[in-house]
């Protein structure tokens, strides 16, 4: 039985890196693995989570692994990459360059700008492993001169069985259900995912093509409170589709 850490800054509900920790978790101890997960901050109830204050004391062997997700720029991270004297695998998600929170969030910015340059070190730290989450970020670590003997593309996990064995919220479908096209929009409500360009997409198909239709935003971040989120209420008010566009928030699984 192998000791294994898998180690991220934070571990919260709708995130897509948060959701690849815990397939990867489970894939790892239905293989009879010792597999714990260690972060700085959480939002979830899980018997195998534990503060990265523990990480030192869990992983004793140079036969135990560390598999750090690295999605943005995070010090303790990359210490535990240098000090810890096991096998160590980075799952790189990629960082988001941060011109894009320009304007919008200076804490972002400077996350993604920290995490830019910590790539380049931890590509110095002669790790086992780089697991990409697709074959772009894999070409740029190999670029930024990762070993590709030691590089591969593995898929994140999904959670695609358990979501289609919810029952669907019954309220939710009948409003929604009243012959209008219905164009959704998931994933958080943030400047890279392009959500200004959608809205102005949308208008021109709901102008031009199809008025009886409504754009769905559902995501975390889009209630109004962002200078980002404020900046998509503006567009929608100025192109007339306050009636169109509904900004839904985060919502359960059902819904």
């Known amino acids: ?31 009879g693995h010792d ?36 999605s943005r720029g ?3 991270g990359l210490e535990f990459i240098r000090e810890l004297h096991c096998r160590r695998v980075i799952r790189y998600h990629n960082i988001t360059p941060p011109e894009f929170f320009v304007r919008f969030s200076r804490t972002d910015q400077e996350i993604c700008e920290a995490g830019r340059r910590e790539v380049v070190e931890l590509l110095t730290a002669d790790c086992d492993l780089f697991l990409s989450a697709s074959a772009f970020s894999m070409r740029e670590l190999i ?21 289609s064995k919810i029952t669907a919220d019954a309220r939710t ?10 164009v959704l929009s998931v994933g958080r409500v943030v400047p890279h ?18 008025r009886k239709s409504r754009l ?11 200078d980002y989120s404020k900046l998509l209420h503006r567009a929608v008010h100025k192109l007339r589709l306050d009636k169109a566009v509904v900004f839904m928030g985060g919502v359960s699984d059902e819904v």
């Not at 850490?5 to 978790?25: Q, Y």
């Not at 479908?173 to 219905?182: M, R, V």
């Open 173 to 182: 479908l009948q409003k929604y259900s009243d012959g209008a096209a219905n």
């Open 143 to 163: 670029a930024m001169g990762a070993d590709v003997s030691r590089s591969l593309v593995v898929p994140p996990f999904h959670h695609i069985d358990r979501l």
């Open 35 to 70: 597999v714990r997960l260690f972060c700085e901050t959480h939002s979830l109830n899980h018997p195998q989570l534990f503060d990265v204050a523990h990480l030192a004391k869990f992983l004793k062997n140079s036969d135990d692994i560390l598999i750090y997700h690295f």
């Open 193 to 210: 995912k392009g959500l200004h360009q959608l809205i102005a997409m949308f208008a021109r198909y709901y102008y031009d093509y199809n």
């Open 1 to 31: 039985m192998t000791r294994i850490a898998i180690l991220s800054p934070s571990l919260t509900t709708a995130d897509a890196v948060s959701n690849d920790v815990m397939g990867e978790f489970d894939v790892l101890s239905r293989q």
């Open 216 to 226: 769905l935003i559902v995501g975390k971040g889009g209630e109004g409170l962002s």
């Open 74 to 76: 995070w010090n303790p």
